[in-house]
C-alpha cells in the first residue's frame, strides 16, 4: 500500500524553538508539498518542490522554510515557532502526469 | 486564479438516503479534479479523480461527475450510512500549474443512525 507518512501524529512546542516536521513518500513521486490547515480557512500551500533540492514558495512561506535532500523526503522547518503556527500540517505527494494528490495523515502542531 | 466553491457547506441527513454534494470552479481549463474526505483530526484520504477527459468515476457506493464546460462536479454518495459522516472537499489544480491545486472549503457531512 503506497504512502504518504508523516513522523508525528502530535507535537507540543514551545515559543522561539526550531520545529521539524518530517515527511517521506514511498510512490517515487516527483513533487512534494506542505499545508496547513486552520477552520474557517481551508488548506493552505506553505510550500512545494517538484525535485530534489527544488522549493517554491506557496501562498503562505512567512515563517516556514522546507528542505529536501532526497527525492522522497520533504521537510517543513519552523525557523523560531510562534503561537500563531499552532496549526494542523498536511503533506501530500504526486507524480508528473495528474493522477492525483496522496495526503499523510497530518501532524498536530501546538505552539505554546 | 482558480476559485473553488462547495455547496452545502453542512448537510446532515438520515441514515439509507441519497445524496449530491455539490463543487463549482471558475475557471475550466483543468487536467483533472479530485475528491477526498477527511474524519476529524485526520488527513485527507483520496475517493475520485476524474481526468478531464472523463465525465464520471465511480467506486463502489460514489459516482462523481464532471462538466468543465459549465465548471461543475458532483460527488453522488448511494445509500449514505454513519460511516460516511466526514468533510469532503473537491481540489482543482490552480491555473498555470497542474501540480498546485486549489480546494475547496468542504461539505461536512453527518449521517444519521
Known amino acids: 500500500d503506497v504512502k504518504v507518512t508523516q513522523s508525528s501524529r502530535y507535537l507540543v512546542k514551545r515559543t522561539g524553538e526550531k520545529v521539524f516536521l518530517e515527511c517521506v513518500q514511498d510512490m517515487d513521486h516527483e513533487n512534494m508539498f506542505w499545508y496547513r490547515q486552520d477552520p474557517g480557512l481551508g488548506l493552505r500551500l506553505i510550500y512545494f518542490s517538484y525535485d530534489v533540492k527544488m522549493k517554491e514558495k506557496g501562498d503562505i512561506p512567512e515563517g516556514y522554510s522546507v528542505s529536501r535532500e532526497k527525492k522522497e523526503r520533504f521537510s517543513l522547518i519552523l525557523e523560531s515557532a510562534s503561537t500563531n503556527q499552532t496549526s494542523m500540517y498536511l503533506c501530500a505527494s504526486s507524480s508528473w502526469g495528474g493522477y492525483g494528490y496522496t495526503f499523510g495523515s497530518g501532524t498536530r502542531l501546538t505552539v505554546v | 486564479k482558480q476559485e473553488v466553491t462547495q455547496i452545502p457547506a453542512a448537510l446532515s441527513v438520515p441514515e439509507g438516503e441519497n445524496l449530491v454534494l455539490n463543487c463549482s470552479f471558475t475557471?475550466?481549463?483543468?487536467?483533472?479534479l479530485q475528491w477526498f474526505r477527511q474524519d476529524p483530526g485526520k488527513g485527507l484520504t483520496s475517493l475520485l479523480l476524474i481526468q478531464s477527459s472523463q465525465r464520471e468515476q465511480t467506486s463502489g457506493r460514489l459516482n462523481a461527475s464532471l462538466d468543465k464546460s459549465s465548471g461543475r462536479s458532483t460527488l453522488y454518495i448511494a445509500a449514505s450510512q454513519p460511516g460516511d459522516s466526514a468533510t469532503y472537499l473537491c481540489?482543482?489544480?490552480?491555473?498555470?500549474?497542474?501540480?498546485?491545486?486549489?480546494f475547496g472549503t468542504g461539505t461536512k457531512l453527518q449521517v444519521i443512525p
Open positions: 481540489a482543482v489544480p490552480s491555473v498555470g500549474g497542474y501540480q498546485k491545486v486549489t
Open positions: 475557471d475550466s481549463a483543468i487536467y483533472n
